[in-house]
């Protein structure tokens, strides 16, 4: 203002239009230092996005490829069929007698069946290999493959049949560069003899890396067999989760911020509930965890580790999400548009339901899909109901134990193998895959239904 | 809010009771991060062969394992404890007022504590005492307790190279960090003559003397990890010349970045676990709730199954783990077939 009342003053000279003024060049250097800042921000959060993409994408994407190996296996009656069971005349007699070999006992079978090769392997381009170490490239999820086959297909047994057999997680991490020799010559777990018979496997042919589909739909697999290791239990329990917060905390979520936003009268009672449903947006997860261990496990006794408590509590911690989006929503909506609808004889609810409501919808449908995305990556309140935990069988429904696809990454990082590492990313790029989805379909609604006024 | 809890719990009964609140089929085992490797590995075979469901392992440390474990009784609260340590008077005391009134312990083998820095690092051979020397938080020094000086590790011990000191320590929540005091801070007071020191200097009372003994230096050498070993490993590769407290587990599935120290003259290995020369190792054990037994499917199946020749004994998958066999497994396998409680007697 005094700048403007000095020139109005009459200061010739001073104020050139050609010419910048000291306060001038001072205010536009700040513009720009301005913009400078700006700039800089924004760079440091690409930079960061970037580094951590590329970091995740770096040691997570070899996890969705994983090193096979073709095993002729001879299957041994002597093994696997000690007490000739198969001669029986009842299927399930069968089966019974033959599952009493326990898959310990399967192991002997791929060492012997490997014999004859080590030796051709120890004559030629590995002199070092025994049938031993072999046997023990070959993953320890094998004799369970094997165990599965015979107990399905007893008539086979004394047959020769050729298994595709997954590699050890050490001949893994060689092929996808993790294991070097000099690695391997410190390594407990992985023998350069077994380097030199990878390399010659991999040039006939008997082993190759492809797509591992287990990865992204198997269960998890023990500290013993990493390479057999996946996320699909955890995809199920994350699935299940997001439908029951979808089922219970959407209908009740739009309708207690419709009632609040349109029917309620505005006095101290409602001020109260708004004021709580803001601040328990922003209390830690974790205190649902606490409150749901309390309330639907010790209270109501549903199961511990089920889907159907861990959707509950999900639905607890993303209930204040959505009703402060919806509400936003909704207000966002003109009056004039209620004022018409009521004009022309409407009732109240019919105002809402038949012209408010469709209105607000995108707006709606973006808080609640933010809010399901929220719920998806949390795992903190998930502890305490029993869901951060190893879990092997797929859950036929919400009452049998599962995890969550955030859950399975933590699970991952705390384990000794080194393979569990590209797991964990793996998982990660999952995770990141089902958010960035989420996120989009968000924006989409938003873009097509979003009305301005 | 009160409201919608309110209809969402309404909701939640509604969609149990159209379930008919199916009986738990599975076993629930919670409880030590040390043990929760070895549990999944055997619940992952128990799955496989014994066509029962795969028993569902939580983790969380001994300490939160063994309470959960004495909540109580029924289908809400969990069958097997997992734990590094034994399980206190103090947790039977709070078991017993719940109500879990017969407990059944079970030895599973011995896992060893090793002390590793990275692979390229110098190497060490200690003893207790010098552990008690870098890490104690008082030293006795001429009739009087001083905050411990040494910075380096030649100031412990003038064999060994001129490495600040900077160990990485599990946390007191973990039942590693028990037997880390006892066998080895402990042991090194007492080694080092630093226990008589101290009693001389407070009059004789020896449970405060334990207690100063076992006392660890806060001011930064020595650093609390709460997390699993993964998080210890992170934390001396960024650290030049730390060390960190493993498992022996842990070690050898890592043997080809971190390398172990000896102690007390012994390489740390199965076979020096086994025959006790190796001083720091500790039995793991697992809780089953033997009320549970007959309820939950499985269970004692699952428990025999755990302690089987097979699975825990040598040359089993345990083993292969890291796991050091129990030489008195035969009697373990027994106490469980007879579903010995803890208290019965034996």
Not at chain 2, 166 to 176: D, E, R, S, V, Y
Request: hydrophobic share 45%; with cysteine.
């Amino acid at each position: 203002m005094s700048d403007i009342s000095a020139s109005a003053a009459g200061l010739p000279g001073k104020s050139s239009l050609y010419a910048e003024s000291d306060r001038t060049r001072r205010r536009n250097a700040a513009e720009k230092r301005f913009r400078l800042y700006g700039l800089g921000a924004v760079g440091i959060g690409v930079i960061a996005l970037v580094c951590l993409l590329a970091s995740i994408l770096g040691s997570g994407l070899s996890a969705f490829q994983q090193t096979y190996l073709k095993v002729e296996i001879y299957l041994d009656p002597a093994i696997v069929d000690p007490n000739d069971a198969r001669l029986m005349e009842d299927p399930d007699a069968v089966r019974a007698e033959l599952s009493k070999v326990l898959t310990f006992g399967y192991a002997p079978l791929i060492q012997g069946s490997l014999q004859a090769q080590a030796e051709e392997l120890a004559a030629g381009p590995a002199p070092e290999i025994t049938p031993q170490l072999l046997a023990a490239m070959v993953s320890s999820a094998a004799p369970t493959t094997l165990r599965d086959y015979v107990l399905a297909n007893p008539e086979e047994i004394g047959e020769t049949i050729e298994f595709d057999f997954l590699a050890n997680a050490r001949i893994d991490q060689y092929l996808k560069g993790k294991v070097t020799r000099e690695s391997a010559a410190l390594d407990s777990r992985v023998d350069v003899a077994q380097l030199n018979a990878a390399d010659e496997l991999l040039d006939l042919g008997q082993m190759e890396k492809r797509f591992n589909w287990d990865f992204v739909f198997g269960p998890d697999a023990s500290e013993n067999r990493p390479e057999a290791a996946g996320i699909g239990v955890a995809l199920i329990g994350s699935a299940y989760m997001m439908l029951i917060v979808l089922v219970i905390a959407v209908p009740i979520g739009v309708g207690a911020s419709i009632y609040l936003e349109e029917f309620a009268r505005k006095n101290w009672l409602t001020d109260i509930i708004e004021v709580n449903i803001s601040n328990l947006a922003a209390v830690p997860s974790i205190v649902f965890g606490i409150l749901g261990l309390a309330v639907f496990i010790n209270f109501m006794h549903l199961p511990i580790s089920s889907p159907l408590v861990g959707g509950l509590v999900l639905t607890l911690m993303t209930l204040p999400t959505i009703i402060i989006a919806t509400r936003a929503a909704l207000k966002s909506i003109p009056p004039s548009i209620r004022d018409a609808a009521l004009g022309v004889g409407a009732s109240k609810m019919q105002a809402v339901f038949h012209h408010v409501l469709p209105l607000a919808m995108p707006g709606i449908l973006t808080g609640t899909i933010i809010g399901l995305a929220q719920a998806l990556g949390e795992t903190a309140p998930l502890l305490l109901i029993g869901m951060v935990a190893f879990v092997r069988d797929y859950p036929e429904g919400i009452l049998d134990p599962a995890v969550g696809l955030p859950v399975q990454v933590y699970n991952f990082t705390n384990r000794a193998d080194p393979a569990f590492v590209e797991r964990a990313s793996g998982a990660i790029i999952v995770l990141l895959v089902f958010l960035v989805i989420m996120n989009l379909v968000a924006i989409i609604l938003r873009r097509r239904f979003e009305r301005r006024w | 809010m009160k409201t919608v809890k309110l209809s969402a719990s309404v909701l939640a009964i509604a969609a149990v009771s159209a379930t008919a609140a199916a009986a738990r089929d599975t076993v629930q085992v919670a409880g030590s991060s040390t043990v929760l490797p070895y549990a999944s590995i055997v619940a992952e075979a128990f799955g496989e062969n014994m066509g029962f469901p795969t028993p569902v392992v939580q983790s969380g440390g001994s300490s939160a394992g063994l309470k959960q474990f004495c909540e109580g009784v029924g289908e809400n609260t969990i069958d097997v404890a997992n734990a590094s340590r034994a399980i206190r008077e103090s947790e039977l005391q709070t078991c017993a007022e719940n109500g879990v009134t017969d407990v059944m312990e079970v030895r599973i083998g011995y896992d060893g504590i090793v002390f590793a820095n990275e692979v390229n690092d110098a190497e060490f051979e200690f003893t207790p005492s010098d552990w008690f020397n870098a890490l104690a938080a008082e030293l006795p020094v001429d009739g009087e307790m001083v905050a411990n000086p040494n910075t380096s590790w030649n100031e412990v011990n003038e064999d060994f190279e001129d490495v600040a000191i900077k160990a990485f320590i599990p946390g007191t929540k973990h039942g590693t960090r028990e037997v880390f005091e006892e066998k080895v801070i402990l042991a090194g007071c007492e080694e080092s003559g630093a226990m008589e020191a101290i009693l001389e200097i407070n009059g004789g009372d020896e449970d405060a003397a334990e207690e100063a003994c076992m006392s660890i230096r806060t001011d930064g050498a020595s650093i609390d990890i709460d997390g699993d070993y993964t998080e210890t490993l992170t934390s001396i590769q960024g650290e030049e010349g730390a060390f960190g407290v493993f498992g022996l587990a842990f070690y050898e599935n890592n043997t080809n970045i971190i390398k172990v120290s000896t102690m007390g003259g012994v390489m740390p290995s199965t076979e020096s676990i086994a025959s006790g020369e190796y001083p720091v190792s500790r039995p793991l054990f697992f809780y089953v709730k033997k009320q549970h037994i007959g309820t939950i499917p499985g269970l004692k199946e699952y428990a025999e199954f755990f302690v089987s020749d097979a699975v825990a004994g040598p040359g089993g998958p345990l083993a292969n783990y890291g796991l050091v066999a129990d030489p008195e497994l035969a009697d373990t396998q027994k106490a469980v077939a007879d579903e010995v409680t803890m208290g019965s007697g034996s």
